[in-house]
């Protein structure tokens, strides 16, 4: 495991160090949201700028927009000292057995890439119910019991494929304009799936943004934890977009989704939870910024670096 220890000064000292916390970040700090876009940096200049940001870990993101050769991927990041924790694949499972093998298709280039770049995890998104860029509605918002079904039972399949075939551990992500949102709808989730084959991908900021505790989260399904992604909402840009329904995306370009230690939920408090588990777990920032110029993730990734790192982490 890579040192995390902070660093310290005779002026002020560190708070104690969150030894098993593994802080990374993504593409999507960097704006990413699709595999190629006009309106994303190179992915070249997102390896040199998360690396120069003094992070150690990141994630596939989107497939297709790093290298999917793993001898080329893997060459690029070991010279900036970069090693991957994940991949993301996008599911509609509730959508029932039917969609299994397009759902493989997709997932199962993903998994092998995941693998190949020695990762464990594979973070699973559930189908947004509208559209994260135009906000038109797909479907509807809320799963009938037959639809719950086929989301529970599909993803411990999924699960136990992911394990078999590839050695990864599946993480579920509660993802705002999804399925599994809210309080309500992530702890009907869990209680409805094996705690062997399924954990969750607690990701802070969307777990705030549709009204949920992280802390509380953790504390009571702890065992449930299985990755952390790091990010905060701006609670007065919330307000407004809940007050208009305005969809994911639009939301995030409002800035939504805010550079730490400026929004909710308060990190310290979350991170110190999942201390307090006593497993490993890697927590990876994203800030979603789509769109964003390309000058601005860099100086905002040095900045939450350094506050992590005041944290302890």
Not at 175 to 195: G, P, Y
Request: a negative charge; aromatic letters at 8%; hydrophobic letters at 35%.
């Amino acid at each position: 495991m890579t040192s995390l220890s902070p660093q310290s000064s005779p002026q002020s000292s560190p708070p104690s160090s969150l030894s098993r916390i593994r802080i990374g970040s993504a593409p999507d700090s960097w704006g990413v949201w699709f595999p190629d876009d006009p309106q994303q940096v190179p992915w070249q200049r997102f390896l040199d700028e998360v690396s120069a940001s003094g992070y150690e870990w990141i994630e596939l993101g989107p497939y297709g927009y790093l290298p999917t050769d793993p001898a080329v991927l893997k060459e690029e990041t070991a010279r900036r000292g970069l090693t991957v924790s994940a991949g993301t694949v996008f599911t509609g499972l509730h959508r029932g057995p039917e969609v299994w093998e397009s759902t493989w298709a997709h997932v199962s280039d993903i998994a092998a890439l995941t693998q190949a770049m020695g990762a464990e995890h594979l973070v699973v998104i559930p189908a947004f119910w509208r559209d994260d860029k135009t906000g038109e509605v797909l479907e509807d918002s809320t799963l009938t019991p037959a639809q719950w079904r086929h989301l529970t039972a599909q993803t411990e399949r999924l699960a136990h494929e992911v394990r078999e075939r590839y050695g990864l551990r599946i993480v579920v992500h509660p993802h705002a304009d999804t399925h599994i949102d809210s309080e309500e709808n992530v702890t009907r989730f869990l209680d409805a799936t094996d705690s062997s084959l399924v954990s969750l991908c607690l990701d802070t900021g969307h777990y705030a943004y549709c009204g949920g505790d992280n802390v509380k989260l953790i504390e009571t399904y702890g065992e449930r934890i299985g990755y952390l992604h790091l990010k905060q909402v701006d609670p007065l840009i919330l307000a407004e977009v809940r007050a208009n329904e305005v969809p994911f995306g639009p939301a995030v370009a409002r800035g939504v989704m805010c550079e730490p230690p400026s929004g909710v939920p308060a990190l310290e408090p979350v991170l110190a939870a999942a201390q307090r588990l006593d497993v490993d777990l890697f927590a990876i920032v994203e800030q979603d910024m789509y769109p964003c110029p390309p000058d601005k993730p860099l100086p905002i990734a040095q900045r939450t670096r350094a506050f992590l790192r005041s944290c302890g982490a």
